[in-house]
């Protein structure tokens, strides 16, 4: 993006931005200019903010093997949002009705969100043997670890799978609450990673004014 409404991107005030793109009540309509990152040609577009639903349990199934006593459950989620809140339920509920005793977590290109859905869904993975557990927690460096450092405790669920194992697809775009996901089960249960090492997200950062 190289300007909006002819206005640089570099120049460009937060006023000016709030005004071009206007408000979820009344959206604006802008031209963005897009620059080309090969060709550097430009192109200007019109565009008015809408809002969309987005879907982060992409997939749902329970099925059978030859070689595995029992039902099998495989999830592919995309993103950790305050959506995926209902999504996770309905397909976590069925997996309880079903009675699988494994699951396969497809988390190959979740990129992460909000760490209370991972909670959330680790303890519900888990179960019993998890609640009010340690699941992880925040170090600060000595500037700053009196006052900003703090612990996380898997909750208790209403859905509880109270799975033994889990099994994670893995890619390097694999990061951040999905990585808490693992990590934060491995005491607990049996944790198996299939695929390549995830993106590795030791960190966090606050913004300060």
Do not use: C
């Amino acid at each position: 993006i190289s300007a909006i409404n002819g206005v640089a991107l570099p120049d460009l005030t937060e006023a000016q931005y709030l005004d071009f793109v206007g408000t979820r009540e009344r959206p604006a309509n802008a031209n963005w200019t897009f620059v080309d990152a090969q060709s550097r040609q430009q192109k200007t577009v019109a565009l008015t903010p809408a809002l969309y639903e987005i879907n982060t349990v992409l997939h749902s199934d329970v099925f059978f093997h030859a070689n595995h006593s029992g039902k099998i459950g495989y999830l592919v989620f995309d993103m950790f949002i305050s959506t995926s809140e209902t999504e996770l339920d309905a397909a976590l509920n069925t997996f309880k009705s079903e009675g699988i005793n494994e699951l396969v977590l497809d988390l190959r290109y979740n990129g992460g969100g909000l760490v209370s859905i991972a909670i959330k869904l680790a303890s519900q993975i888990a179960g019993a043997v998890t609640n009010g557990k340690p699941l992880m927690e925040y170090r600060h460096n000595d500037k700053y670890a009196d006052e900003f450092d703090f612990a996380l405790q898997f909750s208790d669920e209403p859905i509880d799978l109270g799975l033994e194992r889990l099994i994670v697809l893995t890619t390097q775009d694999t990061a951040s609450s999905s990585e808490i996901v693992i990590n934060a089960l491995s005491p607990y249960i049996d944790v198996v990673t299939i695929g390549t090492r995830t993106n590795g997200k030791p960190y966090i950062t606050f913004g300060n004014e």
